[in-house]
């Protein structure tokens, strides 16, 4: 449980601790997290971003993330990077600030974008900046 | 007791009800396919659906998004002073005005946005004196559409304006007219019959080769189009001036050989025939005698021989030489020379097909060449033209002058020579003809390059003499 703790948003190589870690430990993290799968369905989306959005989990899951879920990343600075990274087979792990429209107000975070070849998985995470 | 449990139920029950309601409102709003902000009077933005932040968030270079006038600061500058100096109180700001965005200088320049909108449409509503809404859509599609559409204008104005009538022909992938339609029977005469025919029964005899069919339907696929201005024929045998146009049909059904694949738009542009006459004239055609001149034989040559390399097939080409011209100038003067050789462009002209490119290419020297032609087809031609120039005397100043030709043929199987050779070729057997004593056919064989090789080294040019 110590690992799960110290885990926070900027940790590195964080990718495969995330994948280790069941639903119930997701949703003790601090920071949003949604999973998404090859096809872009959300696949894991924890408490902090359930939250955030004022959003339950059934409503997510299963769905395609840039279309469904979260528009709002349908462009060249989100989808187009996973997008970018699966063509060229190669790991993504980049933060940028973003404002994301959390029940309809503008609201500064900061993406943590992560991909990697050899996970089936695929990572956005979110953290309010101040 | 009883009445309290059951209120709190329902209330409980109630604030369930409103939750999910709630949850489903804002998902409503979360996946509106368009943009929806409102903002107060100086463009801060107070509530915004996911939509908005997708557009927006590439025009802004700090990450922020919390005024919507400076998000559009840079392809819409002048929106904070339409709002400022908007005159009422509430009402319509702008509606649907196209912002076209500029993604070159954008901080994240590696990056080439692939998928980015390329056109906004923003529509601003003024609600009061504090608050604004707007409303902001992709319309790059439309756009590019609407573009499209006007284009496709351009190009029937263009084709419909100005013309006496044209005819629309669809054309299978072999060039054959796929069905019938009332502007081809107006244009050309034709009736439903002629479904299934080739295009070249639009063409006067001779005037094309099974092989120009394809090759205009191959340039077509290259280039999106083929265009070709010349004489066409009407069921009844007239002919008639006319511009066609031959273009693939986008998606066209591959695997069924019957569907049309090709749309021919035959123009009867005989209105406009003598313009082009003359403008053709002027360039391409001899004075005095009438046929092609060397830029037009060189031109039409190479484009001829370029086709045959892409679908070999064989050609001929024929040197012809007015004998002793050089004397006919001597004792009839330049003016019977020139009677001389309008004579034999007559004589030649009647003689080959209108295929053939037949021009003068020097003094008294003519070229064609044959498209499809064999070696042996080009030889017995030529020997036709041979025996009618030697026939008719040409009438001057009240004498005859008698005059024969030389000619030397060379031909290719087809693909393997390019022009320069197959003119060294013909030229060779025309020194052959001459040395043989005129007034005579010769083709080109091996044999005769080699020994004309040896004689060419001891006495260069000497054919000129003849």
New interface residues.
């Given amino acids: 449980m110590n690992t799960l703790t110290a885990l926070s948003f900027s940790t590195p190589a964080l990718l495969d601790q995330l994948a280790q870690l069941n639903a119930e430990q997701l949703d003790q993290l601090d920071f949003g997290v949604i999973g998404f799968d090859a096809d872009t369905k959300v696949c894991r989306y924890n408490r902090t971003e359930s939250d955030a959005?004022?959003?339950?989990p059934p409503?997510v899951l299963g769905q395609p993330l840039f279309t469904?879920?979260?528009?709002?990343?349908?462009?060249?600075?989100v989808a187009?990077?996973f997008e970018?990274a699966e063509d060229g087979h190669s790991a993504l792990d980049d933060t940028?600030?973003?404002?994301?429209?959390l029940?309809?107000?503008?609201v500064?975070v900061q993406l943590r974008l992560l991909a990697d070849p050899g996970s089936a998985v695929r990572y956005v995470l979110v953290q309010r900046r101040l | 007791m009883i009445d309290q449990v059951s209120l709190q139920a329902f209330g409980e029950d109630a604030n369930a009800r409103l939750a999910s309601e709630?949850?489903a409102l804002?998902?409503f709003?979360?996946?509106s396919?368009v943009g929806l902000v409102q903002t107060g009077i100086d463009g801060e933005?107070?509530?915004?659906?996911?939509?908005?932040?997708?557009?927006l968030?590439?025009l802004?270079r700090?990450?922020?998004?919390?005024n919507l006038f400076d998000a559009l600061e840079g392809v819409a500058p002048e929106l904070r002073h339409l709002c400022a100096t908007f005159g009422r109180r509430d009402g319509m700001v702008c509606d649907g005005l196209h912002i076209h965005l500029n993604h070159t200088g954008h901080a994240?320049g590696a990056?080439?946005?692939?998928?980015?909108p390329q056109v906004l449409s923003l529509s601003l509503l003024k609600l009061d004196d504090t608050r604004l809404m707007a409303v902001l859509s992709d319309v790059s599609e439309q756009v590019r559409r609407e573009r499209q559409l006007r284009q496709n204008d351009a190009w029937l104005n263009a084709l419909l304006t100005s013309i006496t009538d044209y005819a629309l022909v669809g054309l299978d992938r072999e060039g054959r007219i796929v069905d019938w339609n009332d502007t081809i029977g107006r244009v050309t005469g034709h009736t439903e019959a002629v479904v299934g025919a080739p295009y070249s029964v639009f063409y006067p005899v001779d005037a094309i080769t099974d092989e120009q069919v394809h090759d205009r339907l191959r340039e077509a696929d290259q280039n999106g189009w083929n265009l070709d201005e010349g004489a066409r024929l009407r069921a009844d045998g007239s002919q008639f001036w006319a511009s066609a146009m031959i273009s693939p049909i986008p998606d066209a059904e591959l695997d069924d050989p019957d569907a049309p694949a090709y749309c021919m738009v035959l123009r009867d542009i005989s209105d406009k025939r003598e313009a082009v006459e003359t403008r053709r004239k002027s360039a391409f055609c001899d004075h005095l005698t009438g046929v092609a001149n060397r830029r037009a034989f060189f031109e039409a040559a190479e484009l001829e021989l370029q086709r045959n390399r892409r679908a070999p097939r064989p050609i001929a080409l024929i040197l012809i030489d007015a004998d002793h011209f050089k004397c006919i100038n001597d004792r009839h003067g330049h003016p019977g020379g020139d009677a001389v050789l309008r004579q034999l462009g007559l004589c030649l002209s009647a003689t080959f097909r209108q295929v053939d490119v037949v021009a003068r290419v020097g003094g008294e020297e003519f070229a064609v060449l044959l498209p499809s032609s064999t070696l042996d087809g080009a030889a017995s031609v030529a020997e036709r033209l041979r025996q009618l120039v030697q026939a008719q005397a040409v009438a001057f100043d009240g004498a005859h002058i008698g005059v024969t030709v030389s000619a030397g043929v060379a031909a290719s199987e087809g693909g393997d020579l390019d022009l320069d050779s197959l003119m060294k070729r013909a030229d060779q057997a025309l020194y052959a003809a001459k040395a043989g004593g005129r007034n005579r056919i010769e083709c080109w064989t091996p044999a005769l390059s080699l020994s004309l090789s040896k004689r060419a080294d001891q006495s260069p040019g000497s054919r000129d003499e003849a």
């Fill in positions: 959005a004022g959003l339950t409503r469904n879920v979260a528009p709002c990343l349908h462009n060249f600075m187009q990077r970018d940028i600030d973003y404002v994301l429209t029940r309809m107000r503008p500064k | 709630h949850e804002m998902q709003l979360y996946l396919p933005i107070l509530m915004i659906n996911p939509i908005s932040a997708q557009l968030m590439p802004q700090d990450g922020n998004l919390l994240s990056l080439r946005p692939r998928r980015s």
